[in-house]
């Protein structure tokens, strides 16, 4: 993912307020008029920095993106041995979610963006795929003997979690859980001599 380019404080104030209100709202349902009406500039302002709607989701993903990396990172860099940091993205969910019950942003972006080509699908496609080679060398940190597959099952879990999480079902614990117990299974058997 390209670094965000730095954003005027208008450009930032659209970028926050189009954000949520496509995560509240959904991306086809949320107009540029609402967009600019709630960020305080004109259409003409918001044109001016974005291009078009598509662009301007597009910036929302990215700055979503960021902050989950941020968080996801941080929570890795805090984790005191490798499985840990393996289960770290799982606790960093935890506060992610805490003041939303809107699943995954990406998840329910992809679902309004089926078109490959639209900027914002590609940003959503991408997380996607950054959280899965994280998990991977993090696997492999871990003494996974097969790494890939130990982190695609992760990924599995930790989206189940996220995918749950608008039904008010309360499957966080369980989705760590069921990591840990992934993760144990997967750690090779301890030599005997």
Request: hydrophobic share 45%; aromatic share 4%; glycine share 8%.
């Amino acid at each position: 993912m390209a670094p965000e380019p730095a954003l005027s404080p208008a450009a930032r104030r659209i970028v926050e307020t189009a954000e949520a209100l496509f995560h509240e709202r959904g991306i086809t349902a949320v107009g540029v008029d609402l967009v600019a009406e709630r960020s305080g500039v004109t259409k003409r302002t918001l044109y001016n920095r974005f291009g078009s709607k598509d662009r301007l989701v597009a910036a929302c993903l990215t700055a979503r993106a960021t902050r989950w990396r941020t968080d996801v990172l941080d929570a890795v860099a805090a984790a005191t041995d490798p499985v840990d940091a393996l289960l770290a993205p799982f606790e960093a969910l935890r506060e992610w979610t805490a003041a939303s019950t809107r699943g995954c942003g990406f998840v329910n972006a992809l679902a309004e963006l089926p078109d490959p080509e639209h900027p914002g699908h590609g940003v959503a496609v991408g997380q996607k795929a950054w959280l899965l080679d994280l998990l991977t060398d993090l696997a492999a940190a871990a003494g996974s003997p097969d790494p890939g597959a130990l982190a695609t099952r992760l990924l599995i879990v930790h989206e189940g979690a996220l995918a749950t999480r608008p039904t008010g079902l309360d499957t966080l614990d369980a989705a760590v859980g069921l990591a840990r117990s992934l993760v144990r299974q997967d750690r090779p058997p301890a030599a005997t001599g």
